[in-house]
């Protein structure tokens, strides 16, 4: 089997978030603490493949005792999802060769503009040498949308509209991981639900609808169409205290929906 980990489950500010004082923020409920949004899937052959690079990702990793990793996954370049990109640095210094780093062409163009250091080292390091404690050698391998062959294993890339940016969803064996979304295109939905997932997990910010991403009764609806065995909300906002949003599940009679939780780890094939 393989398994994906949830690194982070929380929005962009994480929860709780710094100097609030609402009810979720000051909760001692463990299931109401988010890392910014991230995971980690490991394969049946065992290569670990980082989806999101979040500015959490050092205490993750740490807290998931995850040593290796393989790859990377960029599903879009928003700060909450690459700004842990330095944190990568340690996995060079052990495998002495570049980690593989996938993602849109946009998101490739706008990672190597971002952190030029590491994306653009040639013309970063034309005049200078690289000095100090070194730089994280990542390779970037931009994608198209469509099936995608990485490490012997197939990978379906899709591309989901957020905002002024594309966010690139993902289906692996019977998983798919879909965040930062403002809906989901029909032709998705209906290849989702024909792949029969046993993990869905995706978007699910806040009760109200927002401009950019996923609210609760839109994230229903599309569960409701694919149809997964379970369901897990992420990139959760401080408006979802974990017991209250699980009994609004119960109450409207989902059964197979669960809000993420940071760490908890689920099997698929
Ligand atoms: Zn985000
Ligand atoms: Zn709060």
């Known amino acids: ?41 490991e394969l049946t052959n065992g290569k670990k493949i980082l989806i999101d690079a979040s500015p959490d990702l050092r205490t993750q990793l740490l807290q998931n005792q995850i040593h290796q990793l393989d790859a990377v996954i ?11 990109m330095d944190d990568l640095r340690p996995f060079g210094f ?12 946009q998101a490739a163009k706008d990672l190597r ?29 931009p994608i198209e949308e469509g099936h995608f062959e990485i490490f012997g294993t197939e990978f379906e890339f899709f591309f989901l509209p957020h905002g002024h940016e594309e966010t690139v969803g993902l289906k692996h064996g019977k998983m798919a991981y879909i965040v ?7 032709n998705i ?23 950019t ?16 065995k379970i369901a897990l909300l992420t990139h ?4 979802w205290d974990y017991l209250e949003l699980t009994n609004e599940l119960r109450r409207r009679g989902v059964k197979n929906t669960f809000p993420a939780t940071d760490g908890a780890s689920y099997l698929y094939s």
Do not use: W
């Open 74 to 84: 960029i599903t879009h370049d928003h700060a909450d999802h690459t700004h842990g």
């Open 113 to 141: 503009r971002k952190f030029p250091y590491i994306f653009d080292r040639q013309n970063y390091f034309s005049d200078k040498a690289i000095l100090g404690g070194g730089i994280p050698l990542l390779d970037q391998c």
């Open 94 to 105: 052990k495998l002495k060769k570049a980690l593989p780093v996938y993602s849109s062409h």
């Open 1 to 41: 089997m393989n398994k994906i980990t949830i690194l982070g489950s929380g929005t962009s500010t994480g929860v709780p978030i710094l100097g609030c004082k609402c009810q979720v923020c000051q909760s001692n409920d463990i299931r109401n603490k988010r890392y910014r949004t991230s995971a980690v899937l």
């Open 213 to 228: 991403h996923l609210h609760l009764d839109l994230t229903l609806q599309y569960i409701d169409q694919i149809r997964p």
């Open 189 to 211: 939905i209906d290849r989702l639900f024909n792949a029969k997932l046993e993990v869905l997990v995706i978007d699910c910010l806040r009760p109200t609808p927002h401009q």
């Open 180 to 186: 930062d979304c403002r809906e989901i295109p029909k």
């Open 236 to 239: 959760m906002g401080h408006e």
